[in-house]
């Protein structure tokens, strides 16, 4: 039900892409939306959310001060997490957890949200799982099991988390489960979603109700910003929101390879187009394996 409504892409032999198409870097203006950088990632391996099939689909990225954590949901030992600079050169590779959905940086370690294809029969634990893992080694350091927070919203069956954020102001994680998620317990899952701040043990601290669908969020100064689907018809908008969860302003997201992309995860980035900051998102869905990382600008904190 959930892949029926997400994956587009016909299943076809998985062609290994090689080499990098970027979208060359533009004047940053002083409008919040604008692109300032755009790049295809490759296809890693022919799987991700159909044990039977092939299909692309990127979920995760996280901004680590110098370059880009993304991932691809993989299973068995798939190297499913990849390091590449901000103009797309791929400079490492990680298994870690199998099924890497959502990713998000403390500045020391990753942090990995699931996004598996096993389905989940428990709401009390075993399902929402977030992990901290070694860059390093790919070594699971903790494992957050955030299940019963999500059954508290219908959704204790969901072992999808496609947005995650480290607030380094507070310590503390923010995460979305992913759209789809809302399935178990509404038709139309464009009209609700949620945000968890949680800390590292997984107590949760903070709930806010959007009443929109919501898949990445990440925590910029005092505000939230989402991607997401029914706020505004087209491709899927990023919306800056209050804390509290009031929008504030939004903005489209554009394809970077001229084939419909839809936004996922978000990671904060203050540093490549300084003194200028951006939003990099994921951007995939797109026929024929296509999946993108976006840069787009936004206010500085």
């Known amino acids: 039900m959930l892949f029926q409504r997400k994956i587009e892409a016909v299943l076809v032999f998985a062609l290994l892409l090689i080499g990098v198409s970027i979208l060359p870097s533009v004047s940053a203006g002083s409008t919040p939306g604008t692109l300032l950088r755009g790049f295809d990632v490759p296809q890693h391996f022919n799987h991700c959310c159909n044990p039977s099939g092939a299909v692309y689909w990127p979920i995760g990225v996280a901004f680590n001060g110098q370059n880009l954590w993304y991932s691809q949901p993989g299973v068995s030992s798939t190297k499913d997490i990849f390091l590449t ?75 999808f988390i496609d947005g ?12 979305s489960p992913d759209i789809g998620c809302a399935f178990q317990f509404t038709n139309n899952v464009d009209s609700i979603g949620f945000a968890y701040n949680v800390d590292t043990s997984g107590k949760l601290l903070n709930r806010i109700q959007f009443p929109f669908g919501v898949s990445g969020v990440a925590k910029v100064g005092d505000f939230l910003y989402t991607a997401t689907e029914g706020f505004a018809p087209g491709m899927r908008t990023i919306v800056k929101t209050t804390l509290q969860g009031k929008a504030v302003s939004s903005f489209p997201t554009v394809s970077v390879s001229g084939n419909h992309e839809s936004a996922e995860d978000l990671s904060f980035d203050p540093v490549t187009f300084a003194p200028n900051c951006a939003l990099w998102v994921v951007q995939d869905y797109g026929r024929d394996f296509d999946a993108s990382l976006a840069a787009y600008q936004i206010a500085c904190p």
Do not use: E, H, R
């Not at 955030?146 to 919203?153: G, N, P, Q, V, Y």
């Not at 995650?164 to 995460?175: E, K, M, Q, R």
């Open 85 to 159: 600079t901000t103009s797309g050169v791929l400079l490492s590779t990680l298994s870690s957890i199998n099924s890497a959905g959502a990713l998000a940086w403390d500045g020391t370690n990753l942090w990995v949200g699931i996004f598996s294809i096993t389905s989940c029969t428990s709401s009390v634990s075993g399902c929402g799982l977030v992990f901290q893992v070694n860059p390093a080694t790919g070594a699971v350091l903790k494992t957050l099991d955030l299940t019963s927070i999500f059954a508290a919203d219908n959704m204790g069956l969901c072992n």
């Open 164 to 175: 995650l954020d480290f607030d380094s102001a507070t310590g503390t994680l923010w995460v």
